[in-house]
């Protein structure tokens, strides 16, 4: 069975009422980053799915193995950051009177500390977001093992894929040193292997990369949505929900229509469009969707 992650009891706005063990293990290297306000609450967190667009799945590929999907981040603590560092931004740019055409394009000169900072609350985020998919890749290994134990099965867990998307990375393109923001993609170097979801109700992609550096070795990281989330609502009931998502156990309530199929690009076409990008290894076709 190979796994790409795995999946807890809490989602939407939930958290675990105490962090685990091995979260704590974990933030004992990070002291200096969660010695902050929000440090219990990023602990409690760590290790639980979140809402939004965010997802587990159980899935079978061409050759009926199972795979288990993740798309999970660094929950509030990101956000809260990233907030921070914008105002920050925002103060410096009235303080020196620089002129902007919207106060939203407001910036950190490099090397100032104000720049230093951010970047160690940044690196700090990505690590959040990684160990807080491995806690959940832990949890339903184990899980899944302890379910088909009982049965008198075993359970083979293969390497996972673990790939960021909307995320920074210091690299090295047309011979010169730069910094890579990937929004809605993800690494897709030669030989990379990389995860492309679609829908709750259509399928997902595991890739390897064509290492193209005209895209500076990217590929996108999903289907992408074609409409907002409140047109969504608007346009689809949940009986709509009910009839995409046909074959799939999964929430069919008035509570998820904004991550409907129909809100969001035809995840072939994407994959036809970026056939340059990547090659496919494995074609995904969820049966469980846990949202939150």
């Not at 290790?47 to 999970?72: A, K, P, Q, Y």
Request: contains cysteine; proline residues 3%.
């Amino acid at each position: 069975m190979p796994i790409l992650a795995g999946t807890t009891s809490a989602v939407g706005f939930n958290s675990h009422r105490e962090p685990r063990d091995a979260v704590l293990e974990w933030a004992r290297g990070q002291k200096e980053a969660l010695g902050r306000d929000t440090s219990q609450k990023a602990l409690n967190q760590l290790g639980t799915l979140g809402g939004g667009n965010h997802f587990v799945e159980l899935c079978t590929n061409e050759n009926d193995r199972v795979w288990i999907v993740l798309h999970s981040g660094s929950r509030n603590l990101g956000k809260t950051l990233a907030e921070a560092h914008i105002k920050t931004a925002q103060k410096l740019a009235e303080r020196f009177f620089v002129d902007l055409p919207d106060v939203d394009l407001a910036y950190l000169p490099v090397g100032t500390p104000e720049f230093n900072a951010y970047i160690g609350d940044l690196k700090f985020a990505q690590e959040y977001a990684f160990e807080n998919r491995r806690e959940m890749l832990a949890a339903i290994m184990k899980d899944v093992r302890r379910f088909f134990e009982k049965k008198g099965r075993d359970v083979a867990f293969e390497e996972p894929i673990n790939c960021h998307h909307n995320y920074v990375a210091w690299e090295h393109h047309f011979g010169e040193d730069v910094i890579v923001t990937r929004k809605g993609a993800i690494r897709a170097r030669n030989g990379d292997l990389g995860i492309i979801p679609g829908s709750m109700g259509t399928r997902s992609y595991i890739v390897e990369g064509l290492g193209n550096e005209e895209s500076f070795a990217s590929c996108s990281h999903g289907a992408g949505r074609r409409m907002s989330r409140a047109r969504a609502r608007k346009e689809f009931t949940a009986a709509d929900l009910a009839a995409q998502t046909a074959g799939v156990e999964c929430r069919k309530d008035a509570g998820v229509i904004d991550e409907i199929p129909g809100a969001y690009k035809d995840i072939d076409r994407v994959m036809e469009q970026q056939s340059d990008l990547v090659r496919v290894r494995h074609t995904l076709k969820q049966f469980l969707c846990v949202k939150g």
